[in-house]
């Protein structure tokens, strides 16, 4: 009897092959759109192209037409840079020391806020340098942050950095995301383009110039998310944060800020 082709049907080592081949695909197919959509209850399916983005975790499109545009448009002076972000002095942290008393009223005797301004208690002393520069240009806007700023030298703000980023954050603040937090601090939500909020605010990474977070006023969060959201506040490099909550909800947004406003 004749040895059956290599590529015949009647081959029992390319019939196995195509079995497996098939078993493989169907398995696939089970577990990247039914059982894994099924460990995220925070997901709902949108139609079959979104659920084959989500499986391949990609957006299922880049951007849309109300993206801000970033060619030619003025947000902000500032360039950051990794000296910005370096501990300061104790000497520059002695003096900022006593050019924080101004700053008491709103921000607190030790950098934790009794009213709705924002702690600076252990904030990141780049995000302090960039945004005192930012009210100082106008590029943020603040009748009283402004004034102040204007005041100050560039060797004042930086010794303001040191001495906030100097001081210990709120007790409990986390480190990582918890569990409960709200899917888009953990995973963000890659069908809408929204990064995790983690990913640049700390907890899965921190991203030079983005602030600390944890322990800030929720009245405070959810005017700054909405601010960014209609654009009314721009100091944002290339409209980055803009472009991030143009796309929430209002419930979306009082939910991030409930989340990190927790005491």
């Not at 950098?111 to 520069?133: C, F, H, M, R, W």
């Not at 907890?203 to 983005?210: Q, T």
């Not at 005017?223 to 929430?248: C, I, P, V, Y």
């Amino acid at each position: 009897m004749d040895e059956p082709a290599l590529f015949s049907w009647r081959n029992p080592w390319l019939r196995r092959s195509m079995l497996s081949i098939c078993a493989l695909i169907v398995v696939s197919v089970l577990v990247g759109f039914v059982w894994l959509p099924s460990q995220h209850a925070d997901f709902t399916a949108q139609g079959i192209w979104s659920s084959i983005c989500r499986a391949a975790g990609a957006p299922s499109q880049w951007g849309d037409k109300q993206d801000v545009p970033t060619a030619g448009i003025h947000t902000t002076n500032v360039v950051l840079n990794e000296t910005m972000g370096r501990a300061g002095t104790e000497t520059a942290v002695g003096r900022g020391a006593t050019l924080a008393l101004q700053c008491t009223i709103c921000h607190g005797a030790r950098g934790l806020s009794q009213t709705d301004a924002p702690n600076l208690a252990g904030q990141y002393p780049e995000v302090i340098i960039k945004q005192l520069a930012d009210y100082r240009a106008g590029d943020r806007i603040s009748a009283i942050m402004q004034a102040f700023a204007l005041r100050l030298s560039a060797n004042d703000v930086r010794e303001l950095a040191a001495y906030y980023a100097y001081l210990p954050r709120m007790k409990g603040a986390a480190v990582d995301p918890e569990p409960e937090a709200p899917a888009l601090v953990r995973v963000g939500d890659p069908m809408r383009n929204i990064a995790p909020c983690g990913a640049c605010h700390g907890g899965i990474d921190h991203k030079l110039g983005a602030p600390w977070l944890d322990g800030m006023s929720k009245t405070y969060l959810v005017a700054q998310l909405t601010a960014f959201a209609s654009g009314e506040r721009k100091n944002d490099s290339l409209g980055q944060m803009r472009n991030m909550a143009r796309r929430l909800s209002p419930g979306e947004i009082e939910a991030l800020a409930g989340y990190y406003a927790r005491p």
